[in-house]
Each structure stands twice: as C-alpha cells, then as structure tokens.
C-alpha cells in the first residue's frame, strides 16, 4: 500500500490553482529580464518569425515543468524533496514570465495546446512521485539534464544577433543545470536508459508540434 501524504482540500485548491495560473494568466517574474542591458535587436522577419516560434517552446517547456513540479510535490513523502521542487518552480516561473514577454516583442503567441501539455505533465509528475522520492528526484534530474541540453541547441539556432533571446535562453540553462545538481544531491536515482528515451521521444513531440502550434 502506497505511503501518500494525504490530500487535503488546502492542497487540492492550490493545485488547481497553480495550474490555472500557468495555463491562462501571465506569469510575474521575481528577478529582472535577461535582455535588459542588451542592445536593440535588428532581426527580418524570417528571423523573428523563427525566434518566436523557438522561444514558443521554451514557454511550453516551462508550462510543463510548473506541472511535473506540482505534480511531483502533490506525492512526495519527503518535506525537504517538496520544498526542494517548490523553489524549482518558483525560479522557473521567472522563466515562463521571460519568455512570454520575449514572444510578445517578437510578435508571436503562446502555444495553443497549452491545457493539454500542462495535464499531460502533471499526470507525468504524479506517476513520478508514486514511484518513490529517489526515482521521483531522478526523473527531476534527468529532466533537467535533458532541457539544458535542448536550451544549449537553442543558443546555437536562434538568429545570431538575436541578443535579447539567446539571454534569456543562457540564464534558464543556468538555472535547469542548478536544478538537476540539487536534486542529484537530494539522492535523485540514475534513471535506466529505456526510460530516458522515451523521455527524449516524448519531448521531441511535444517541440516539433509547439514550434507551429
């Protein structure tokens, strides 16, 4: 019999909360943008046409991770791994703020199918957490590994004068890179390799279908 931490009704309204706040609000950020000292960005419009369907799935990525985060944190017996994913969200939010405002300046739009990512991740984060702490840290690691790997393919695809992007784009792959080395140190387990391919698999849908939806 699974050991969960119960499911109050305080708890319960904050997750809906939570992700009704993600899906349809405009996020706030706690730390200044990025791009704020950059110089003004001179882009064609093929150029920003393509930023913003790159910064599109960065915000995507964002809005799945504020729902495995609060997925996972729903069924974590440990209150250190709890907190632990609570400040990963809570930095990651600067993140979707970001991007969101950078899409806005690039004259682009926030991914339609936003609804179904954010559910289908935190069916993903709840699946993770029921696993146990050490696997649920290491599917957060892993995660983790696997968008700074996909943010550093960002740097080298955006517009090379695309300043104000690529600073953004830097300063999120800073923070994932943060994100994993704490939850390896929490005692995140090594996930197997089938695993992390499918994780692989599944996020190249989901960026393949956000860059035009």
Not at 2 to 16: F, R, S
Not at 43 to 66: F, P, T, W, Y
Not at 119 to 135: E, N, Q, R
């Amino acid at each position: 019999m699974l050991n969960l931490p119960p499911l109050t009704l305080d708890k319960a309204i904050a997750v809906m909360d939570m992700g009704l706040r993600t899906v349809f609000s405009p996020a706030v950020s706690s730390r200044p943008y990025p791009p704020a000292e950059t110089t003004p960005d001179t882009l064609s419009d093929r150029e920003r046409k393509h930023a913003a369907a790159l910064m599109r799935i960065n915000h995507v990525g964002e809005v799945c991770a504020q729902a495995l985060y609060s997925g996972q944190a729903l069924v974590s017996r440990d209150p250190a791994n709890v907190e632990a994913l609570k400040q990963a969200s809570r930095e990651e939010v600067d993140h979707l703020a970001w991007c969101e405002q950078r899409i806005q300046e690039l004259g682009g739009r926030k991914s339609l199918l936003n609804p179904l990512w954010y559910g289908a991740s935190f069916g993903m984060g709840i699946t993770a957490g029921l696993l146990g702490d050490k696997w649920n840290l290491g599917f957060l690691a892993e995660t983790e590994h696997q968008v700074s790997a996909h943010l550093q393919s960002h740097l080298q695809q955006l517009p090379a004068h695309d300043t104000a992007s690529k600073a953004i784009v830097a300063q999120m792959k800073e923070d994932e890179e943060h994100h994993a080395h704490t939850a390896e140190q929490l005692g995140g387990a090594r996930l197997p390799a089938p695993v992390k391919l499918a994780m692989r698999l599944a996020s190249k849908v989901m960026t393949r279908t956000a860059y035009h939806l």
